[in-house]
Structures are given as C-alpha cells and as structure tokens.
C-alpha cells in the first residue's frame, strides 16, 4: 500500500491528536474549554513574536497602562535584546523575553499574556542561568527583573542570597543528569 503523503504536516500535532489523547473523555463544555485555552496560548505566542519585532526595530506603542504596550516600551527604553537563550547545558536553558547588562545591572523583563499569577521564580532562573554563562558573580552586580502582566508590573530585586542557591542547584542537578546519561 502507497500511503498518502502530507507533508504540510510534518511536525506538527493537531489539537484532537492522538499524541494527546485525553480529549477523548471531554464532554462538549470541557472540549470548548480546552480548545479556549490552546487558542490563549497561541495567541500569547504570537503576542509574544509581535513584543520582540517591535523591540528588535525599536518600535514603540502608543503610551498606555496596557501590558504589551508598557512591556514593549520599557524594553526600547532599556535598550533590552529579545529573547534571549541563557545556556547552562544541554540540561539547562531557557529563553528570556528580554534582557540587558549594562553598568553592572542586569534586568530581565518577562511578557506574560495569560489570566494565571505568574511566578518569579522562572526569571531568577535566567538570572542565575545569566550569571552561569558569563561567569558573572551575582554578588558583584544589581539585578531588577520585572513580571508584565494583566496591566501591572511585578519587580524583584534579588540578590545573591536568592540567586547562588539556584546557581548550585543548577550545576548539582546538571551533575546528576550527565552522571544518569553514562550510566
């Protein structure tokens, strides 16, 4: 048997697919809720795409106490690179959103487009992921990392205490990984 060719699919997954099978168990109210929540994420994708042209041009939005808006500006204003890889390992990276290293400051700025309370935690590991991969010492510099999200701007600013820990779990658990592959 020929079987037909699609290549227009090819590594792709649709959203009735059977990698992801549990829709199979939906009921109509749960399917349109999950089906809702995959457009939010594509949708906070392409927002996401759209914040880091408009960086990389230099292109700011009109003035307002709109996330994106206030997100994107802030960036151009800081002369912040988007996204960002910060590499540890092939067990540890991550890309921010934007960020910046100038005169001893680091600043990482995080979009987040969804309704659920984002967490600090994901940019403090860019921040020790940072410190990692340009040997930097936490203690020597300031450090400002800010949360966009649902019209507000979340900041924190940690210092080594909360960054080193992160730092030498990072390596301890990237230790255990490589010790797991040999094995």
């Avoid at 697919?17 to 949708?43: F, P, T």
């Avoid at 041009?57 to 997100?71: A, D, H, I, V």
């Avoid at 590991?125 to 930097?136: D, K, P, Q, R, T």
């Amino acid at each position: 048997m020929n079987f037909n060719k699609h290549y227009n699919l090819l590594g792709r997954h649709a959203f009735l697919g059977a990698s992801k099978y549990s829709w199979i168990n939906y009921d109509d109210d749960h399917l349109v809720q999950a089906y809702n929540n995959y457009l939010a994420k594509e949708r906070g994708t392409q927002l996401h795409e759209f914040a880091a042209q408009c960086i990389k041009l230099r292109q700011k939005l009109p003035r307002s106490k709109k996330t994106l808006n206030m997100y994107v500006n802030d960036c151009i204003g800081y002369k912040m690179t988007p996204e960002q890889v910060l590499y540890y390992s092939d067990n540890c990276f991550g890309t921010a959103d934007a960020i910046s290293f100038r005169n001893n400051e680091l600043m990482i700025f995080d979009l987040k487009s969804g309704i659920v309370p984002a967490h600090m935690e994901q940019l403090r590991i860019y921040a020790a992921l940072f410190c990692l991969e340009y040997g930097v010492k936490p203690g020597d510099i300031n450090m400002e990392l800010r949360i966009y999200q649902s019209e507000d701007i979340l900041v924190d600013k940690p210092g080594v205490d909360t960054i080193l820990p992160i730092m030498d779990r990072i390596k301890a658990f990237d230790k255990i990984i490589n010790q797991l592959k040999v094995e």
